[in-house]
């Protein structure tokens, strides 16, 4: 058992962490009154500065983007891309949505569990170094799906990002049921290629408990 000092800190971000996402009593949910640069995007923005960082080291080619939505991550992710000076992102949805158009944004309108819409979307792309965002349907059975289909375009030393894996009660939304954390529990022991990096989560409370994943070897 962890020493108390531990478990009352446990206590106190889960705490913190539940009342961030469903926002104080009578305001409603914070992520959804969250933006950037005037594009809703549904993300904490604790894990947009990992995503700097992580974008920073690895220097992607390519960033594959599940869950479009509004686009306000997709043009962060481009933004931080110019700073760089390289890189491009493809962004998969099944709405279509007026979002914002940028050069380094390639919106795809399908399904991204549809392994083939998946591989002609990155066909002719450069991939040396590519980084995957899962964060469109949440049940455990989408996400499982997307794992073994966008897996594989994880190129080693780059990351696999699995968002909301703090849903069904880890530590909030506990009536969520099965979704992206145990979807990535079930899918790390088969892929040892595959190793969570907690280091991501420095900043204590983050939308994706180990959903940080790295790829080695």
């Given at each position: ?108 309108q399908g399904s991204s569990a549809d392994p083939v819409l998946v591989a002609d ?97």
């Amino acid at each position: 058992m962890a020493p108390q000092s531990e478990r009352d800190a446990k206590a106190t971000i889960d705490a913190f962490h539940d009342l961030y996402y469903n926002g104080p009593p009578g305001e409603g949910h914070i992520f959804q009154r969250t933006s950037w640069m005037g594009v809703p995007s549904l993300k904490c923005p604790l894990d947009l500065w990992i995503y700097q960082e992580i974008l920073y080291e690895i220097r992607p080619d390519l960033i594959i983007e599940t869950g479009t939505h509004l686009g306000g991550s997709a043009l962060y992710l481009a933004h931080v891309l110019d700073i760089l000076g390289r890189g491009e992102i493809v962004t998969i949805d099944i709405s279509h949505a007026a979002r914002p158009q940028h050069p380094r944004i390639h919106y795809v309108q399908g399904s991204s569990a549809d392994p083939v819409l998946v591989a002609d979307a990155v066909r002719g792309r450069a991939r040396d170094a590519c980084v995957v965002i899962l964060d469109s349907d949440h049940s455990k059975a989408h996400v499982s799906r997307e794992l073994e289909i966008l897996s594989p375009y994880v190129t080693p030393g780059s990351y696999l990002i699995v968002e909301d894996t703090n849903i069904n009660g880890h530590p909030t939304y506990p009536s969520f049921g099965p979704g992206p954390f145990e979807a990535l529990e079930c899918f790390l022991p088969d892929h040892p290629e595959f190793v969570v990096d907690s280091s991501r989560e420095k900043f204590l409370m983050t939308f994706n408990p180990r959903g940080f994943v790295r790829r080695i070897g």
